[in-house]
């Protein structure tokens, strides 16, 4: 199980410790300068959600903001924008959201390879690192996409959900029986992709599959 281990680099801990030495206290959201400790300002008190039950292969659904405005472009920001460091408060921000989140072990949605060499980085690997720090449980790569699927944007809603079936699977040796585990993603859109996953995760043996997200569509 060691195989699928995650770790943060140490460029990764350089990055977080540059975000908090100089940005200890502005708004997630709005970056605005802040008096307290708190995430966010009072202007952006994102709308946020309880905890689902998601039909079908996914348990829980922990996903605290809705994905909008301000939200949509922290997003932006970390997936696109370089701001990687952003990993680091959108964790804390969903674990004060959700403070009761357990499981045995963290699962990133996997990127297909050739999107990772695009994109450089899987933007829910790091946010399953930073979960990891506060949720003290391990990160395991166990996941990997079988096929390229087209981009869920650019279909309809019917389309998406074939877009995606067993498009996902588990990696030789990956080992989930009897495991209750947490998928990480940055956004929960349709559901498609997190059930496509847990589907995968459930046929080798897993015994709960919940799923963790910064924001939901
Ligand atoms: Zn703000």
Redesign the pocket.
């Given at each position: 199980m060691t195989n699928f281990l995650l770790t943060k680099s140490r460029a990764g801990r350089f990055a977080n410790l540059l975000y908090t030495t100089i940005y200890p206290s502005k708004?997630l959201?709005?970056r605005?300068v802040l008096d307290g400790a708190e995430l966010?300002?009072s202007?952006?008190q994102a709308t946020t959600a309880d905890m689902e039950h998601y039909t079908e292969h996914v348990g829980w659904l922990y996903a605290p903001f809705a994905y909008e405005s301000?939200v949509a472009g922290v997003v932006h920001r970390f997936k696109y924008g370089g701001a990687r460091a952003l990993a680091k408060p959108m964790a804390q921000a969903i674990c004060t959201h959700f403070p009761d989140i357990y499981g045995d072990f963290l699962v990133p949605v996997p990127l297909h390879p050739n999107r990772l060499r695009q994109r450089g980085f899987n933007q829910a690997a790091h946010l399953a690192m930073e979960l990891s720090e506060i949720l003290n449980l391990p990160v395991f790569d166990g996941l990997e996409r079988l096929r390229e699927t087209a981009k869920q944007f650019d279909l309809a809603r019917e389309q998406r959900m074939t877009n995606l079936a067993g498009a996902m699977g588990i990696k030789t040796g990956f080992d989930v029986a009897e495991k209750h585990i947490l998928l990480v993603d940055d956004i929960f859109t349709t559901g498609a992709t997190a059930n496509d996953c847990a589907r995968a995760l459930l046929e080798a043996g897993a015994k709960q599959v919940d799923m963790i997200a910064f924001a939901r569509a």
């Open positions: 708004c959201f709005c605005r966010y300002c202007n952006c301000e």
